[in-house]
Structure formats: structure tokens, C-alpha cells
């Protein structure tokens, strides 16, 4: 992955590829949003998560080529992002889902509008062909953001999340990357 550099007032967002040392900043970011949620929803319980098991996943992806990036603000880690598999079969390999986390302290100040062009760009380059993103369907600013990047409203799941005690509605959003226009080319064999 190339790295990536944004200005947003005034402060210079690096967005690189993940290490190993950026775990300990990134399971704080995620544990922050588990235990605190979008907008005033209040706490839920987290499924236990720790540094090894975030290396291990970095690690996983790393192999199977699917991007994995940090947005650096003054040397410090201010939220990360990352694809996964869409689904494990292989009909829907050219296909990922991915996930934005940005720090408490830095929300609305551009690091969540850095990152996600430079994991769009990233997962292009892999050869995947769509992004699939599901969003609460509170955060507006991460709805406004994904619709900023071409993204558009697929689906709407109404209470398919039990968060914070009530149901949550999920908006699921999708973009074609790279190729995805591109018509699947067959080649036929000898023989």
C-alpha cells in the first residue's frame, strides 16, 4: 500500500499500512467505540478482544491481501480501517466489507474521510471489485461520509442489532473499485 496524505484543518493525515506497533492504539480506539457506541445510545456488552487477537487477525489479512491502515496524526495513531471477506465462499472472493474505527478525540476533523479513500484505493489495487459497509443507521456523519465516496444505500436491516439495550436498524452500502465494470473474461482450455 502506498501512503496516503490529507490536509484537513490545517493538520496533515498520514494514512499507511498497519504495524504491529499500532495495536495497542487500535484496540483502544475499538474498545472505546464497543463500550460507548454512536451518538447516545449508551454501553453494550463487548466480546472480550485483545492485542493478540488483533495481531493475529492483521496477520491473516496481511496473507490473504486484504488491506489493513492506520490515519497517523503527530506520530499518533487517530483511527484505522480495514477489509475483510464480504463472504468465505468463493463466489464472492472479488468482494469486501470493511470497517472504519476513528479516536474519540479526533471525530469530525477528517481522519474517517482520509481513511476510507485510501482503503477504496487499497482494496482496488488487491483486485477486489466491490466494497460492502454496514452502518448504523444513526451515524449520519459515517452515512454522509460513505455517500461522499460513491457509496450508495443497498439495503435497510430494521432491528437486526440489539446495541445498548433497544434494537438497531443497519443500512447496508455498497461501491464498485477497480474493475467493477469490467465483464468476466473466460478462457477456454485445450483439450
Not at 33 to 38: A, E, M, R
Not at 40 to 57: I, M, N, S, V
Not at 104 to 121: E, F, T, Y
Not at 128 to 154: P, W
Request: aromatic fraction near 8%.
Amino acid at each position: 500500500m502506498t501512503e496516503h496524505l490529507s490536509m484537513t484543518h490545517d493538520t496533515p493525515i498520514l494514512v499507511r499500512a498497519s504495524l504491529d506497533a499500532d495495536v495497542t492504539a487500535m484496540l483502544e480506539i475499538y474498545r472505546h467505540h464497543i463500550c460507548h457506541g454512536v451518538g447516545d445510545l449508551g454501553a453494550y456488552q463487548p466480546t472480550p478482544f485483545e492485542e493478540d487477537d488483533l495481531k493475529a487477525r492483521r496477520k491473516s489479512m496481511k496473507k490473504h491481501k486484504l488491506p489493513h491502515v492506520v490515519a497517523e496524526i503527530d506520530g499518533l495513531v487517530a483511527g484505522y480501517a480495514y477489509a475483510v471477506p464480504f463472504r468465505k465462499r468463493p463466489a464472492y472472493r472479488f468482494t469486501v466489507k470493511h470497517s472504519i474505527y476513528v479516536h474519540p478525540d479526533r471525530l469530525h476533523i477528517g481522519v474517517g474521510r482520509a481513511l476510507l479513500p485510501a482503503l477504496i484505493d487499497a482494496c482496488a489495487a488487491a483486485g477486489f471489485r466491490q466494497m460492502i459497509g454496514y452502518i448504523d443507521s444513526t451515524n449520519a456523519t459515517s452515512l454522509k461520509l460513505h455517500e461522499s465516496c460513491g457509496f450508495r444505500q443497498v439495503g435497510y436491516l430494521p432491528a437486526v442489532a440489539l446495541r445498548f439495550g433497544a434494537w438497531a436498524d443497519t443500512v447496508m452500502v455498497q461501491r464498485g473499485i477497480g474493475d467493477a465494470d469490467a465483464p468476466v473474461v473466460r478462457t477456454i482450455g485445450a483439450g
